[in-house]
């Protein structure tokens, strides 16, 4: 890594450099032009995902509505495992990008597959030998009497939990493919093999409820098979758009994986904790009621995952901005261009900040609706299912500052301050406030959810403050540098 030369205003007071008023977004074209491709691509994900919920919920009167559940929660705890590598690929390409070695990707994707595939698997084996005593953390073993299937509820949740962990292997290869193209500004592609493989998705699991009938745990193979053809067409696609020739037979690099393993392990840790407290989050939500409240089924967190699946929709754009916003940056770093990266990630948020406040609204007009699709009952929506979208909705908006100028931040190399400080944030809202609420003050069914609600929207309101000011006053500037 070498230092970027110091441009001639290396003193960067708060909204010094900031050319227009704050409402005006400078690029906004640029910015749109890569997000939204890659934000129809992850709402396909969300749209395949909310219709094989709502088809779960539906299927026999929602009998395994509750073991699906806390099977799902706990399986996309671990979902950040295959982006430990995919996310420090995709800045290393964008900085050199930005220095014109574009032939060198190829040996920063090969790289990246490697080492990816070899943690995961690590990883898999792991979670694999010990799932029934993760499940017992999410409740697993609450409820007794046998499913129409002839299981009970936790055999049901162990054995559609370890079918959904097989995902991870293929995530593990995709992922760091996706960032290659994505780096290349191929979103289109990316787009192309999500809608094919959600498509795939759709047809097993129509055909495996509905069609044919047969035991819903084979329902937990649908996003595996559609992650394989995903994964073939993401490969083909690489192997035409990006250089694998030039460096044949010299693609495991030490110094790319040095780099991109530096750059990648504090973002992966940093989206662990999250998964680990959002996890913790789970786990409280499932002992909202108490002993078996019913025969089959705890209905607090079946509302959380719907309206977690519904809001998915809004987040998919600040998603997208995240990835767009660390391209961007990136590759002014590595150009050099300090200024037009602290302009690229202010623009970012802007225009997050926007989007939200439109998503948020929309999930709010149609939130009744939505959640009666989801086979809620009124009695459930009004007034639980309504104020709960409402304070997903405001978390949206602080969450902007998270998707854009956080990405910014480990696009330039300031990693382990954000680390630090979403270690302590996340530790309170997401984990001290639930249980404090759930087994310290005791409250439980629907205000209990409202309170959990309200403690995790901490986390994001504290970050967003930090690392808002961190990167308007430029303390990130003495960490950016170009990999040399």
């Known amino acids: 890594m070498r230092p970027i030369k110091k441009n001639t205003d290396p003193q960067l007071k708060p909204f010094a450099r900031i ?29 395949i995902a909310q ?39 995709l800045v290393v390409c964008g900085n050199l990008i930005g220095q014109g070695r574009t032939n060198e990707i190829g040996k920063v994707i090969i790289t990246g597959i490697i080492i990816n595939f070899a943690i995961t698997s690590f990883i898999f084996i792991f979670v694999q030998v010990f799932a029934s005593q993760i499940l017992d953390l999410m409740n697993a073993g609450q409820f007794h009497e046998k499913l129409p299937n002839g299981k009970t509820p936790k055999v049901f949740t162990i054995s559609y939990y370890r079918l959904l962990n097989i995902q991870l292997l293929v995530l593990s290869l995709s992922q760091v493919w996706i960032s290659g193209l994505q780096a290349i500004k191929k979103n289109i ?16 699991v129509t055909l495996v409820l509905f069609a044919f009938n047969l ?30 020739k030039t460096h044949k037979g010299r693609h495991i690099n030490f110094k ?30 499932a002992h909202l009621v108490i002993g078996q409240g019913g025969e089959t089924s705890n209905p607090w967190i079946v509302l959380h995952r719907s309206i977690n699946s519904i809001s998915q929709f809004s987040f998919a754009f600040m998603q ?16 050099g261009k300090i200024n037009e990266a602290y302009q690229a990630g202010i623009s970012c948020w802007k225009t997050a900040m926007y989007a939200s406040i439109f998503f948020g ?29 409402a304070i997903i909705s405001l978390k949206l908006i602080v969450d902007t500052v998270n998707m854009t100028l956080l990405r910014a931040c480990w696009a330039v190399g ?71």
């Open 19 to 47: 050319k227009n008023p704050f409402w005006k977004i400078d690029n906004w074209k640029d910015i749109l032009q890569m997000a939204i491709p890659i934000f129809i691509q992850l709402s396909f994900n969300v749209i």
């Open 256 to 285: 790319m994986a040095k780099e991109t393993f530096k750059v990648g392990l504090p973002i992966a840790l940093e989206m662990g904790i999250w998964s680990l407290c959002n996890f913790a989050t789970g786990t409280a939500i």
């Open 414 to 484: 300031d990693l382990w301050y954000p680390l630090i400080i979403s270690i302590i944030t996340m530790g309170i809202g997401m984990v001290g406030l639930p249980m404090m609420i759930v087994y310290g003050f005791k409250v439980y069914e629907g205000m209990g959810l409202i309170l959990i609600y309200l403690g995790v929207v901490v986390d994001p309101l504290l970050r967003s403050i930090i690392y808002s000011t961190r990167w308007i006053k430029g303390t990130w500037t003495k960490y950016a540098k170009q990999i040399s």
């Open 215 to 244: 035991d819903p745990i084979w329902s937990a193979l649908s996003i595996c098979i559609a992650g394989v053809v995903q994964l073939i067409y993401m490969l083909v696609m690489n192997l035409k758009l990006i250089d694998y």
């Open 320 to 335: 997208a901005m995240g990835t767009v916003t660390a391209v961007m940056v990136s590759r002014k770093i590595g150009e």
């Open 51 to 89: 219709i094989n919920i709502i088809a779960i919920n539906h299927y026999q009167n929602g009998v395994y509505a509750d073991a699906v559940s806390k099977a799902v929660l706990t399986y996309v705890t671990l979902q950040f495992i295959p982006t430990l590598i995919a996310s420090g690929s």
């Open 361 to 389: 609204a929309f999930m709010l007009s149609f939130a009744y609706l939505l959640l009666l699709m989801f086979n809620h009952t009124p009695q459930q929506i009004i007034p639980w299912g309504f104020s709960l979208m």
């Open 189 to 204: 592609h990316v787009t192309i093999g999500a809608i094919a493989s959600n498509i795939v998705d759709l047809i097993f």
